[in-house]
């Protein structure tokens, strides 16, 4: 009888075990505010600021957005304007359903059954952004946001995402330079990552969204020591709406935000 206990213990403590083990990386986002690796204010020059010629320019000009195709809807067309008059020296890239599909299959080719085979579209939306990224290097801006300032500080970084509130990064607004480790480690981690979790939104957010690649974040920070924080900087929220960022996502009773 005891002996049975002991076992019965034990099962349960490796079970206990192992299921930590697996959401360690979930459970670590809960104490990560990202602060360590914040882009301060104070680094960022105010617009039209002579300091933003002096610092290297790593990440390419290029602004990457996505639609279904090129007919993009009147609600977005404003927003999608802003940034592509305010950055008439930069290349604008949509990425179309069928133009993103013809990436993968030419440059990604070990990636287009699992491409194809999402059963959402947002999931194909999701993963082109970071195949585009570390493809070609840019900025990646959701089609809902617009801008407000131009994003030339911003390219001084060899990359950045958007911190969220209160945990985590988002994935509406990222910028890198071509071949950034964090964006590999995150295209690789697509496949394994492809898991169907019965709830459409737990599996988009989970598979491809905002919580894998928090989750990525997390796992790329830990084989790296801090002093090598700089290739994956953190764009605190508030921060950037005193900066004139003007961030989507913080606002309710917006449909979008201007960066
Ligand atoms: C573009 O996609 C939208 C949304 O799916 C659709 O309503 C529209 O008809 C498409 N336009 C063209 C030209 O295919
Ligand atoms: C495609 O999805 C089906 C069902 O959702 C699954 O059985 C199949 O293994 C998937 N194929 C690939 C290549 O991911």
Same mark, same amino acid.
């Given at each position: 009888?005891?002996?049975?206990?002991?076992?019965?213990?034990?099962?349960?403590?490796?079970?206990?075990?192992?299921?930590?083990?697996?959401?360690?990386?979930?459970?670590?986002?809960?104490?990560?505010?990202?602060?360590?690796?914040?882009?301060?204010?104070?680094?960022?020059?105010?617009?039209?600021?002579?300091?933003?010629?002096?610092?290297?320019?790593?990440?390419?000009?290029?602004?990457?957005? #996505?639609?279904? &195709?090129?007919?993009? @809807?009147?609600?977005?067309?404003? +927003?999608?304007?802003?940034? $592509?008059?305010? =950055?008439?020296?930069?290349?604008?890239?949509?990425?179309?359903?069928?133009?993103?599909?013809?990436?993968?299959?030419?440059?990604?080719?070990?990636?287009?059954? #699992?491409?194809? &085979?999402?059963?959402? @579209?947002?999931?194909?939306?999701? +993963?082109?952004?970071?195949? $585009?990224?570390? =493809?070609?290097?840019?900025?990646?801006?959701?089609?809902?946001?617009?801008?407000?300032?131009?994003?030339?500080?911003?390219?001084?970084?060899?990359?950045?995402?958007?911190?969220? &509130?209160?945990?985590?990064?988002?994935?509406?607004?990222?910028?890198?330079?071509?071949?950034?480790?964090?964006?590999?480690?995150?295209?690789?981690?697509?496949?394994?990552?492809?898991?169907?979790?019965?709830?459409?939104?737990?599996?988009?957010?989970?598979?491809?969204?905002?919580?894998?690649?928090?989750?990525?974040?997390?796992?790329?920070?830990?084989?790296?020591?801090?002093?090598?924080?700089?290739?994956?900087?953190?764009?605190?929220?508030?921060?950037?709406?005193?900066?004139?960022?003007?961030?989507?996502?913080?606002?309710?009773?917006?449909?979008?935000?201007?960066?």
């Amino acid at each position: 009888m005891r002996r049975g206990l002991v076992i019965f213990l034990i099962i349960n403590a490796l079970i206990i075990v192992f299921l930590v083990r697996s959401v360690f990386t979930l459970l670590t986002l809960l104490v990560e505010d990202g602060s360590a690796d914040a882009i301060h204010s104070a680094e960022i020059p105010p617009p039209n600021s002579p300091r933003i010629d002096d610092r290297p320019q790593l990440i390419p000009k290029i602004i990457h957005q #996505t639609y279904v &195709n090129d007919t993009v @809807p009147e609600r977005w067309r404003e +927003a999608q304007k802003s940034c $592509v008059d305010l =950055h008439e020296d930069y290349e604008y890239k949509l990425w179309t359903d069928a133009k993103s599909r013809e990436l993968i299959a030419t440059e990604y080719p070990w990636f287009l059954s #699992t491409f194809d &085979n999402y059963s959402q @579209p947002i999931q194909r939306a999701d +993963a082109i952004r970071y195949f $585009v990224l570390s =493809h070609y290097g840019g900025i990646y801006i959701d089609l809902d946001d617009g801008c407000n300032r131009r994003l030339d500080p911003l390219l001084s970084y060899p990359a950045w995402v958007r911190r969220t &509130n209160p945990t985590g990064i988002s994935n509406d607004a990222m910028g890198s330079v071509p071949h950034h480790p964090f964006f590999t480690l995150v295209i690789e981690s697509l496949i394994p990552y492809n898991r169907n979790w019965k709830l459409p939104y737990i599996t988009v957010m989970y598979s491809t969204g905002p919580l894998f690649l928090s989750v990525i974040w997390q796992e790329y920070k830990r084989g790296r020591p801090s002093s090598t924080i700089a290739g994956s900087s953190v764009l605190g929220g508030r921060k950037c709406t005193r900066l004139g960022w003007q961030c989507s996502g913080e606002s309710k009773d917006t449909d979008g935000g201007r960066i």
